[in-house]
């Protein structure tokens, strides 16, 4: 099964 | 004091047909070189980027930078009432509520106002870096879609690779398997109908596939996009809107376990 990554995975706040 | 005034008012509209089911609510942010929003999905695994660059308006006034909480699906309501030939004026006080919306048609003979609620939105601010991307794929729009859209028949994450022999896109499900491959080729009559790809490296990733056919819907504002991919980040998917900006969406990638 894959696992779904989020985008605050990658992105932080600024 | 805030006034722009988009002579194709149509780019607006078809603006707000492709975010308006990915994300509810958002925040624009109006500055001197144009409005911008960053918004992610409900479920954070979407993010979408819009930029309308001061230069594609007729007139654009901004006297300070501002930030308007809008209900993408009300302001997509009130979008629907403007004809694909008038002129869009966005217009709204500091301070103000609401934020007015003016339709005129292209012989000034019929001229409306639509005034819309804002809402406080408070939304964080991604810092999105510059990469490299180890593959950048530009294609038709309406070959993306019809990609995407098959594939969702037949599977619900599609796995896209990039080698030297081109991309290709697979998908698995219960009745079956599909890969669709599609080669680098530059000798077309038109430009657009190009597909031209860029790899720094072989990169494959997995995507699911309701995303994807979620930005398509932003295939009426470019005849191409662009897909960019690198291993450790979430995929660019990219529409430019001809000398004014661009919507781009980034999709988190499934992992494998």
Do not use: W
Request: aromatic share 8%.
């Amino acid at each position: 099964p894959c696992l779904q990554r989020t985008i605050l995975d990658y992105f932080k706040d600024d | 004091m805030l006034e722009l005034r988009l002579v194709q008012g149509s780019l607006l509209k078809k603006v707000l047909e492709s975010i308006k089911d990915l994300v509810n609510d958002a925040n624009f942010d109006f500055s001197s070189s144009g409005f911008s929003l960053q918004s992610m999905d409900s479920s954070h695994v979407a993010l979408v980027a819009l930029l309308l660059k001061s230069e594609g308006f007729e007139h654009y006034r901004c006297d300070r930078n501002t930030s308007m909480g809008m209900n993408l699906g009300n302001m997509s309501k009130m979008l629907k009432c403007a004809g694909n030939d008038d002129i869009i004026t966005i217009k709204g006080d500091d301070g103000s509520d609401t934020v007015t919306f003016m339709f005129e048609s292209p012989t000034q003979d019929k001229i409306a106002d639509f005034e819309m609620k804002l809402m406080d939105i408070d939304s964080e601010h991604l810092g999105i870096p510059e990469a490299e991307y180890h593959a950048i794929v530009k294609m038709p729009s309406a070959e993306f879609a019809r990609i995407c859209k098959d594939l969702a028949s037949i599977g619900d994450t599609v796995v896209i690779s990039v080698t030297k022999e081109g991309v290709k896109f697979s998908t698995r499900g219960d009745i079956g398997t599909a890969n669709i491959v599609l080669r680098q080729n530059t000798t077309v009559d038109k430009p657009e109908d190009a597909t031209v790809i860029e790899m720094n490296e072989p990169v494959s990733m997995t995507f699911a596939l309701r995303y994807m056919n979620s930005f398509t819907k932003a295939t009426p504002l470019s005849n191409t996009v662009t897909i960019s991919m690198s291993p450790d980040l979430p995929v660019v998917v990219e529409y430019k809107i001809a000398e004014m900006g661009y919507v781009r969406f980034y999709l988190a990638p499934k992992m494998e376990e």
